[in-house]
């Protein structure tokens, strides 16, 4: 399944679990907020790890074929 990342800046307070669990993928840019800056830089597992891991609920992921929703 390919995944679609988005990050809710308005939920993200930048603890960088993400960053920390998916460095290809995830990044905090100058506001200390995550970004997605390369999707396909780690495994489905890995990205999914990662979301869950934030505490505020902020990444979503989506299967990009069917726009149904994985995460949260």
Do not use: W
């Not at 809710?8 to 995830?26: H, K, S, T």
């Not at 495994?43 to 299967?63: K, M, Q, R, V």
């Amino acid at each position: 399944m390919k995944l679609r990342i988005t990050v809710d800046r308005d939920l993200c307070i930048g603890v960088a679990n993400c960053v920390a669990i998916a460095p290809q993928v995830f990044a905090l840019d100058d506001e200390n907020r995550a970004t997605v800056v390369h999707p396909q830089g780690a495994d489905e597992g890995t990205i999914i790890n990662a979301a869950e891991s934030c505490p505020t609920l902020a990444i979503i992921l989506e299967d990009e074929e069917t726009g149904r929703k994985v995460y949260p």
